[in-house]
């Protein structure tokens, strides 16, 4: 027997309106509403699995508090359910084998009962009861089917809420976790130089102004860029960064201001670019000195009239957006030498904050040390009592050329080998002046790096595009070491 037309309406009806509840309190009132009133009952509540059980969640013309209790409604119906996993339904209880003589239909006078499992894959999440005192119930086997089939509906409805609202937990976990790594708490320094980076940092939280971080590769830059927005008005807004360097040139424009479809072989649907992605946040842009020429114009107009043209279109799009710039090179020069657009630069270093190398604030080691010790050690599971006095001084004396980055680096390769409570300089693997330029246990990746390169150079002459090719990086890469690195 198929179900009746205007079940089957209602089904349609009511799939679309419970799947846009998103309260999971809201969506089971609004599910207990739908079957008492398609079936006009009298009573009904709901019972969701817990690890207590089965617990009452809604309920109408029933007090929740008093669910459980025999006197009040059809426990037998219940336990019947529950144990086969069935729905049962009785148009007249007086006829009904399996429920005559339990005690509530005869206190209550109960004349009709349906109750449904709730059943997802296959296991029992909850059970649907509505009863009735009157024969004006619509029982009947075709209101059966409506009732399987909504009681179906009901149990994804129930599980999408409840992953909805988990996704919303751990988001809001995942949103302090991010305010707590990104707080300057979490930004070690005490040393005169950090201080002032401190205050100025704390200066444009509040306002809009583009800030450009300079400082050396490993320093922190995108540390405290993330710091800046995260503490700062727009800290529930995107934060959006973007390594320029790591983008081909001929993807950079599309990337940032996206697209429209056909604007190229491939663009086969319109795509947003990375700035409006950022609308009402930050876009962070690190090594922003890697920015083609031809772009750096488009860019000074971005930021001087807060407007973007997607590639292929006529029609600019206004964006609201912060911009925190960063880089390692030295723009003065880079403008000097004709590679950086002078305007761009003016317009980009409205507050410029530099960020010290490790080497000029020595005095910050100790409480770095530290910090990653706690850090890894708590990671591994591991327990330290700290630093032997010369396994410290070793960490004091070395110039870190890769600054936070490598310093942390060391730290957590010391506390993965250390076997003592304390750890010692035997622990601490770091690359030592006055040996042959070679790769060595303790270097950093960007130390290999370049030796690699310089080699590789030397080898072909100074061929910078041979170079490339060889090492199957982009030539604007080895243009971009060279420049850092100070290869010539």
Same mark, same amino acid.
């Given at each position: ?66 669910? %459980? ?91 999408? %809420? ?30 005169? %130089? ?14 809009? %102004? ?139 270093? @409205? ?64 506390? @993965? ?72």
């Amino acid at each position: 027997m198929s179900i009746p037309e205007q079940y089957l309406q209602a089904l349609l009806e009511i799939s679309g309106e419970i799947n846009s509840i998103q309260d999971p309190d809201e969506l089971l009132n609004r599910i207990l509403d739908i079957a008492l009133q398609q079936l006009s009952a009298e009573r009904g509540f709901i019972l969701l699995k817990s690890d207590e059980g089965l617990l009452p969640r809604a309920a109408k013309n029933i007090d929740p508090e008093k669910i %459980s209790d025999i006197s009040e409604i059809s426990s037998t119906a219940i336990e019947t359910v529950i144990e086969k996993k069935q729905a049962l339904l009785t148009f007249d209880t007086a006829e009904n084998e399996e429920l005559d003589g339990a005690p509530s239909i005869m206190l209550n006078k109960i004349s009709s009962i349906a109750c449904v499992p709730l059943l997802l894959k296959g296991r029992l999440i909850g059970v649907i009861y509505i009863d009735s005192q009157s024969h004006t119930a619509k029982l009947n086997h075709q209101s059966l089917k409506f009732m399987n089939a909504f009681a179906n509906q009901a149990a994804i409805a129930l599980e999408n %809420s409840r992953l909805l609202e988990n996704l919303r937990q751990e988001n809001n976990i995942l949103k302090e976790e991010f305010h707590r790594i990104y707080a300057f708490k979490e930004i070690v320094g005490k040393s005169k %130089s950090m201080s002032q980076v401190f205050s100025m940092v704390g200066k444009v939280l509040n306002n809009i %102004s583009t800030v450009l971080l300079t400082g050396e590769t490993g320093t922190g830059k995108e540390l405290f860029a993330r710091a800046i927005h995260y503490n700062g008005l727009r800290h529930d807004r995107p934060f959006v960064a973007v390594n320029c360097a790591a983008i081909p040139e001929k993807l950079i424009e599309s990337e940032l201001y996206g697209y429209k479809k056909g604007a190229f072989t491939g663009a086969v649907t319109d795509k947003k670019g990375l700035i409006e992605s950022a609308d009402g946040g930050t876009i962070f842009l690190d090594e922003i000195a890697e920015i083609p020429p031809a772009l750096q114009v488009k860019l000074l107009r971005f930021l001087q009239e807060k407007e973007i043209q997607p590639v292929g279109s006529n029609q600019p799009v206004n964006v609201d957006v912060r911009v925190i710039a960063a880089t390692n090179l030295d723009l003065e020069l880079e403008v000097q030498e004709g590679r950086f657009r002078e305007d761009l630069y003016y317009r980009l270093q @409205v507050i410029p904050i530099h960020i010290p190398p490790l080497r000029e604030r020595r005095s910050d080691i100790p409480l770095l040390a530290q910090h990653f010790l706690n850090k890894y050690s708590e990671a591994t599971g591991k327990h330290f009592l700290g630093f032997t006095e010369t396994a410290m001084d070793q960490l004091v004396e070395y110039p870190w050329p890769g600054n936070i980055r490598q310093f942390e680096n060391v730290i957590e390769r010391a506390v @993965v080998m250390a076997t003592q409570s304390f750890i010692t300089e035997e622990d601490i693997i770091l690359r030592r002046k006055g040996k042959a330029q070679g790769i060595e246990a303790g270097m950093t990746m960007d130390e290999m790096q370049r030796i690699l390169l310089e080699k590789t150079l030397q080898a072909l002459d100074g061929n910078k595009t041979h170079a490339a090719n060889t090492l199957g990086v982009s030539l604007s890469w080895v243009h971009y070491k060279c420049r850092e690195w100070g290869i010539r």
